[in-house]
T-cell receptor
Framework: GAGVSQSPRYKVAKRGQDVALRCDPI?????LFWYQQALGQGPEFLTY????????KSGLPSDRFFAERPEGSVSTLKIQRTQQEDSAVYLC??????????????FGPGTRLLVL | QQQVKQSPQSLIVQKGGISIINCAYE??????FPWYQQFPGKGPALLIA?????SEKKEGRFTISFNKSAKQFSLHIMDSQPGDSATYFC??????????FGSGTKLNVKP
């Protein structure tokens, strides 16, 4: 079956430009996570949705970062006025439910963002 | 403060050998400890996970050892194969929402 998909796979933006990154989770998955992965580092938590509710956005680095999941399926991560330090791979993951422990998070391939 | 510390940063093992990667955590409220494998250009994939009420979990060639009192856990890869060459991440979470990842270990298994 289809896994988590993300688009675009690669994005080059000029400093100051706004970008939107899309995540299509596995159908029926309730939980959705966004992570930022800098080169050679582990993923860092950005935000978490359960259905359409954004339950934790404590990892968003600044108010330039905004995430939404209006219908509880597809999610968009938007970065306004991009800066060079925003260059990273943005990973999306989904899981069936957070109510079951050891529930598997399935990661997408990521969007590699380069801000020039 | 880094919530999960991982070592070593890189590891070279001969084919058939045992690969051991270690992690230490800070928050005693963490209740789920997964290990992920990541190949270049791909997202992380869950390998194996453990909860703090058990000290060891084994799935095939992969074993997690968990020491609650020391706040440490480790991944052992038995009979390491060249196909295991990848970057491995430990992680920890509480209530399966916000996950904290280690900085990763790049494993190279030589034929």
């Amino acid at each position: 079956g289809a896994g988590v998909s993300q688009s675009p796979r690669y994005k080059v933006a000029k400093r100051g430009q706004d970008v939107a990154l899309r995540c299509d989770p596995i159908s029926g998955h309730v939980s959705l996570f966004w992570y930022q992965q800098a080169l050679g580092q582990g993923p860092e938590f950005l935000t978490y949705f359960q259905n359409e509710a954004q339950l934790d956005k404590s990892g968003l680095p600044s108010d330039r970062f905004f995430a939404e999941r209006p219908e509880g399926s597809v999610s968009t991560l938007k970065i306004q006025r991009t800066q060079q330090e925003d260059s990273a791979v943005y990973l999306c993951a989904s899981s069936l439910s957070r109510l079951a422990f050891q529930e598997t998070q399935y990661f997408g391939p990521g969007t590699r963002l380069l801000v020039l | 403060q880094q919530q999960v510390k991982q070592s070593p940063q890189s590891l070279i093992v001969q084919k058939g050998g045992i690969s051991i990667i270690n992690c230490a955590y800070e928050n005693t409220a963490f209740d789920y400890f997964p290990w992920y494998q990541q190949f270049p250009g791909k997202g992380p994939a869950l390998l194996i996970a453990i909860r703090p009420d058990v000290s060891e979990k084994k799935e095939g060639r992969f074993t997690i050892s968990f020491n609650k009192s020391a706040k440490q856990f480790s991944l052992h890869i038995m009979d390491s194969q060249p196909g295991d060459s990848a970057t491995y991440f430990c992680a920890a979470s509480r209530n399966f929402n916000k996950f904290y990842f280690g900085s990763g270990t790049k494993l190279n298994v030589k034929p």
